[in-house]
DNA sequence: TTAAATAGAACTATATTGGTCCTATTTGAA
DNA sequence: TTCAAATAGGACCAATATAGTTCTATTTAA
């Protein structure tokens, strides 16, 4: 579906609230009042988040989530990573190996291989720090600098 | 599951062989022979790209598929929108308004917004004549050159 | 010792997707 | 005129993936 799964909406949305104060220390009880989902839903999504160590824990009475490390330095991409299920590829062939019969002589998973390059590097370019406030309309995007040309379209 | 559907997966690889012979009206038996496909499946993807105006369609014996215009002037992004069924966009709130009811004071809805608008321009600049052959490394992209700045990454 | 918290894993229900099949329609050719 | 070869559309079922819940274990402050 071309969509990333709604426990990876939900974490975006979770660590977006928690880079805004970092020094605290989120019960789920706490972060279920603020944000209005569902406290196993959000204790589901920490406890993915705490293990790709992207959010650290603190466990027992007064315990809780807290970031792992700065809203700068956590990426969209790695919160897909911590929450999607497969690996990263827009197709299944690019993405894992020896998933299809006739990948010997598939003329475009190499291709698609590519574009993936290409959308990961979006979302590796875009941070936590990015998605706390709404964003003016930004200067010049590291994001789109960094972009390499992996793709030739033929002019038209 | 940010993955494709595979019926958009198949329709690239069907599309992409067609690009090829562009004079030719190719049935589904032919096809199926060359691509190792079901029937049933290169069928039901040819009739949602014939929908979308991606393919044209001669009805009856000796009827067929072929590209509807040249290979240069068909993107990934249509096609994927002529095979997805949801409207293009990484999350479902970000895609269509009014599924979330936390819409109104939600903080990063409009920045999904945003990196939708990137990749969907990814996707744009690739188009089947880029799919065909195994591309060498390329020069600049238009695709890079083109995506326009939209998000901000704090400098980390 | 107890209560408040996280950790992990299993489970169920729902939604989506993949794949197939059936019927209608069109059209070239015998 | 009839038949066979093709696409068009839609309905259907099976398999898979996702969402959400629940249960038990563990940790730790008071």
Redesign the pocket.
Known sequence: ?LRV???TDYGTLVLTHMAGFPDHL????ELTQILHL?A??I??V??AL??HELVS?????????ALARPATQISVAQIIDALE??PFGLTECSATAGTCDIEGDCRIRANWQRINTVVRRVLDDVCLADMVEPLPLATEARMVRHATPAIKCTPQ
Chains 1, 2 share one sequence.
Do not use: E, H, I, W
């Not at 989120?26 to 009880?29: E, H, T, Y």
């Open positions: 579906m799964s709604k426990l989120f019960s789920v009880a569902n196993p839903t204790s589901k920490l406890k705490g293990r824990s603190v466990r027992g009475a007064r315990g809780g989530y299920d497969q």
